[in-house]
């Protein structure tokens, strides 16, 4: 039997495998989508600690070139944050009108302020919140986390 890590990482992968099989969104918001999952979809992952932040931060490679500031992982499955993009249009915080708000068990890393890439340092919180994401395409899918 694989290790709960190497478990979750195949599961993650199979979900985005069978999405990008059942639908065939455009390159460019193909390229979104996946990097999407990349930084904010953690399905299978409790989060909750700041070690959480720090190896998660870097293993989904926001650490590289500069630590990012802030970072949320949504630990639900990749269908009911999918589902997210059906619910009604709201504003964005650049004004468009292709946001939508859902509520999600939540991780947020907040950089410490004191670190350097790549050894980045968080803050993490915990939380079940209100947030929203962009979505783009036909059918919709993420590709921004608002707020
Ligand atoms: P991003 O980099 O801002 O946007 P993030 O999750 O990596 O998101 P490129 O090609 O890079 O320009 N974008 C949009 N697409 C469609 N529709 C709308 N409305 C839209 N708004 C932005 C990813 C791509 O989506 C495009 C945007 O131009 C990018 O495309 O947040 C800073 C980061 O913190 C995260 C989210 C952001 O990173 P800020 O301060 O700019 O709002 N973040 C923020 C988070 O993870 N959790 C949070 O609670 C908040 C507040």
């Given at each position: 039997m694989a290790p709960p890590r190497t478990r979750a990482l195949l599961l993650l992968l199979l979900l985005t495998l069978l999405g990008l099989g059942l639908v065939q969104p455009a390159d460019g918001q193909d390229r979104m989508y996946q990097r999407f999952l990349r930084q904010h979809v953690d399905p299978e992952g409790k989060g909750g600690n700041d070690t959480y932040c720090n190896v998660m931060m870097q293993r989904r490679k926001?650490?590289?070139?500069?630590?990012?500031r802030f970072n949320t992982f949504v630990h639900e499955d990749i269908w009911n944050i999918r589902s997210i993009c059906s619910t009604t249009n709201i504003q964005c915080k650049?004004?468009?009108?292709?946001c939508h708000e859902g509520v999600v068990k939540v991780t947020d890393c907040r950089e410490t302020g004191s670190s350097r890439a790549p050894n980045c340092r968080y803050r993490a919180s915990a939380s079940t919140r209100h947030v929203v994401i962009a979505c783009e395409g036909d059918p919709e899918l993420p590709v921004h986390f608002d707020r």
């Open positions: 926001m650490t590289t070139r500069q630590c990012k650049n004004g468009k009108m292709n």
